[in-house]
Structures are given as structure tokens and as C-alpha cells.
């Protein structure tokens, strides 16, 4: 036998994606530039599954491309009017579930789930808005917490404790009761030792953790999503890794 | 003669900023176009009271009192197709974000304890609509057919909608006309 090597590999919407055994079928669509939408999963950290929007049709069954281990002769499905009308139902629970009110947000424009939601080509939420209680944190000195925005990705929690190794975030409660907390006796982000060079102060996709005094230096109009599809945003990988704050 | 009938079209501001109105103004001399084809029942530019029969309601603002809910059925009734226009009649928007104050607190914090009023008293004639508890996105009180977001959409942004809509298109927007700010 000659020294050639096959590689495993699966198949993305008829496209053959080679793999390495450990790799999910996330990893091994992003390695080869292909694009399978997502939210709550960021390539630097664990994968959760919990925003379900990387779900693709695997052998026929639906299951999170982030979490699920590649094997070989999968054939998936992810780009089907199907998985994408599913997909836009899973942003519209999102909005309806919390107070995204994207004019009065300083994250407008570069907040993930609305650009998931741009590139869903959603239109209105279409379910019932919830209008949640929800509380505005602002004890700290240089960062915002608006809980009103939180879509519970967990993304400030992973980044807390796997690249800052600080645990400021954790997520407490059951079904639609749950929401994320901050680890003080007081619970408010001011009595932590969170600071604005922490990965976690970085990482959200939404406007739930803000900056202070960034507000709209960029203005609306000229920001992340405003002419780049998160897709295209997504699959820069170098880029999407550089710290925004100086 | 083959003069078409025109598309007779009718719009309103609920609890809006006419933002979305005046982005319609925006489109300037397409203006004129547009009348070529379409003529206004009760809207804004008309002072036509109530809404007749008409082919496309435009709706701005969310639903946020007892006349926005009268005026928002009258649309429905009369309007074969109905659109709604901008964040606020999409998801309630900038008004909204009262939803989570009580609305007794509301009163008293504008009426009551805002500095530089005189006689600070609440409203209370019989002649202003009821206020809600919270602003609700037009679709949650009759049905929509069309939805048009943006804060406010854009003058092309309206324009492409209306000419598809007009031209019996499926309106289509582009990447960077679909916007929520």
C-alpha cells in the first residue's frame, strides 16, 4: 500500500468538510469556510448548546453542530429553508423574551443577535413580547449590565472562568426563571474584582455587558452588521479575537 | 382612456415620533411619482379624519392608549393590506421602554415631580384617551401583513417597499435596508 492518507470527512450540504477525530461539525464547517449560523458559540471557549441556532439535520436527525462530534460519512444538512425558518423562530423567542429595543441600545449595530436576525432576514418577532422585569446594573465603574438584554449564552460566564479564572458570572434558576447572576454576597457587579480588560467584558454578543464611555463613538450606520452579514463577521476568526478596548 | 384607478393608500402615527413619516417625505421628488399612482385617504398630509376603503394602510407607533387601539382597527377594517411601519409599531420600541415602570410612577414623574411645571396637576380630561399599562407592537392587536422595520426605515429603504408592494411584488429588501435602528 502507498503512504496515502485519507482523511475522514463528512458531508455540509453536499460539500465534502474533512475532519480530525475530537473535532464537532462546527469545527471541522469553520475550518473549512463553511458557514453554519450561530450565537452562543465562540470558537475560544467550550461549546455550550444552548441557543440551538447552529441546529442542523444530521443523517436526519436535528441536533447543535457546536456539540456534536464529527463522524465519518455524516451527511449534514444546514443551509434548508427549513433549518433557517427554525432558526428565525429561535431569534424571535429571544427578542420577545427579553426588552431588545434596538433604537435606544449602544450595541446596535454590533450586536450579534440582531445581526443573526439580519441575516435570518427577520422581519418583526412575531411572537408576544414578554416585557420581563429586568434590571439595569450600573455599580460598576467602567461597565454597564443590562440584564434586560441577556440572552443567557453564557459567553461572560465561560470567559470568566476559563480564560479570566475569576467566576464573575454564573446562571441561576429554572426554564424561563433563569438569569444571570453576579458572584457577590450584594450581587452587583461593583463588589467584584471584574475589570474592563476581562475577556468576559468582551465577549457578549449582545448589549447586555457594556462598556462605559464608549456609547456611540462609532455612530449608527457605520458599525459591525451595518454592512457586513454576520456570516462573512463569523468566519473571520483573527479579526473577531482582537480586544475593542484599548 | 387607460387611466388606472389609483391606489388609494392611508397612514398614521400612534404612539410614534413621525420619524417614519417624515422618512416617507425623504423620498423628495419620487414624491411625485408616487402620486402618479397612489392617492391619500386620512393621513397626516391630508387632515382626513377617519380611514374609507383603501388598498395599503401604513401604520407607525405602537399601540400605547384607547385611541391608538380605534384608530389601529379602522386601518384594519378599511385597509386591505396593512403595513407596519418602524420599530415602535413592530415591537413598541422607544416607548416601550416605560413598559416596566408603573404607570402611576410615569404620571407622578412627569406631572407631579418634573421641575419648571405650574400647578402640577395629572391629566384628567375626559377628552384624552385612556393610557395603557404598557405599549404593545400593532401586530400583537389586529392582524399585519407586511412589516417595514428600521428607526425610521430609510427614504429608499420605503421606496423600494412601496414600489414593490405597488407593482404587485412580494416587497424584498436588501442586506443593508433590513434594519431594527
Not at chain 1, 450584594?186 to 468582551?202: E, I, M, P
Not at chain 2, 387632515?47 to 401604520?59: A, N, Q, R, S
Request: charged content about 20%.
Amino acid at each position: 500500500m502507498g503512504a496515502l492518507v485519507m482523511s475522514k470527512a463528512i458531508t455540509i450540504d453536499g460539500k465534502s468538510v474533512s475532519f480530525i477525530d475530537g473535532q464537532t461539525i462546527m469545527d471541522a464547517a469553520l475550518a473549512a469556510g463553511v458557514y453554519i449560523p450561530h450565537l452562543c458559540h465562540n470558537p475560544e471557549f467550550e461549546p455550550h448548546g444552548n441557543c440551538k441556532l447552529c441546529i442542523v439535520s444530521v443523517n436526519g436527525r436535528n441536533m447543535t453542530a457546536c456539540t456534536m462530534p464529527a463522524a465519518e460519512d455524516m451527511v449534514v444538512a444546514s443551509d434548508t429553508p427549513e433549518l433557517d425558518s427554525d432558526r428565525q423562530a429561535l431569534v424571535q423567542m429571544l427578542f420577545v423574551e427579553g426588552n431588545h429595543i434596538c433604537p435606544a441600545c449602544e450595541a446596535s449595530g454590533n450586536c450579534q443577535l440582531q445581526a443573526a436576525a439580519y441575516y435570518l432576514k427577520m422581519l418583526s418577532p412575531h411572537f408576544m413580547h414578554f416585557y420581563p422585569p429586568r434590571e439595569v446594573d450600573a455599580s460598576h465603574p467602567d461597565i454597564f449590565l443590562d440584564l434586560n438584554r441577556c440572552i443567557l449564552c453564557e459567553l461572560c460566564v465561560r470567559a470568566s472562568r476559563e480564560v479570566d479564572g475569576k467566576n464573575v458570572f454564573g446562571i441561576s434558576g429554572r426554564g424561563i426563571g433563569t438569569h444571570l447572576v453576579v458572584n457577590a454576597a450584594s450581587g452587583r457587579l461593583g463588589d467584584t474584582n471584574f475589570a474592563v480588560t476581562d475577556k468576559a467584558a468582551q465577549v457578549c454578543p449582545t448589549g447586555a455587558i457594556l462598556i462605559k464611555r464608549q456609547g456611540y463613538k462609532i455612530p449608527i450606520g457605520q458599525r459591525t452588521f451595518d454592512h457586513k452579514k454576520i456570516s462573512e463577521v463569523q468566519m473571520e476568526p483573527a479579526k473577531r479575537t482582537e480586544p475593542e478596548h484599548e | 382612456m387607460n387611466e388606472k384607478r389609483k391606489i388609494r393608500v392611508a397612514t398614521c402615527s400612534l404612539a410614534g415620533c413621525f420619524g417614519c413619516h417624515m422618512s416617507l417625505l425623504d423620498i423628495d421628488e419620487k414624491l411625485f411619482d408616487l402620486l402618479g399612482v397612489i392617492e391619500f385617504d386620512r393621513t397626516p398630509f391630508t387632515d382626513i379624519k377617519h380611514c374609507g376603503p383603501c388598498d395599503i394602510g401604513i401604520v407607525e407607533g405602537g399601540v400605547s392608549n384607547a385611541e391608538n387601539v380605534h384608530v389601529l382597527k379602522e386601518f384594519r377594517e378599511n385597509c386591505k393590506v396593512l403595513v407596519a411601519i418602524g420599530a415602535c409599531a413592530i415591537t413598541g420600541g422607544v416607548p416601550a421602554l416605560r413598559n416596566n415602570i408603573d404607570l402611576w410612577d410615569c404620571f407622578q414623574e412627569v406631572y407631579l415631580y418634573e421641575g419648571g411645571l405650574e400647578g402640577n396637576q395629572i391629566p384628567n380630561d375626559p377628552e384624552l384617551p385612556l393610557p395603557f399599562d404598557k405599549v404593545y407592537p400593532i401586530y400583537e392587536v389586529v392582524k399585519v401583513d407586511y412589516f417595514l422595520p428600521g428607526c425610521p426605515p430609510s427614504a429608499d429603504t420605503i421606496w423600494k417597499f412601496l414600489t414593490d408592494l405597488i407593482e404587485g411584488r412580494e416587497p424584498k429588501l436588501d442586506y443593508e435596508m433590513l434594519h431594527y435602528d
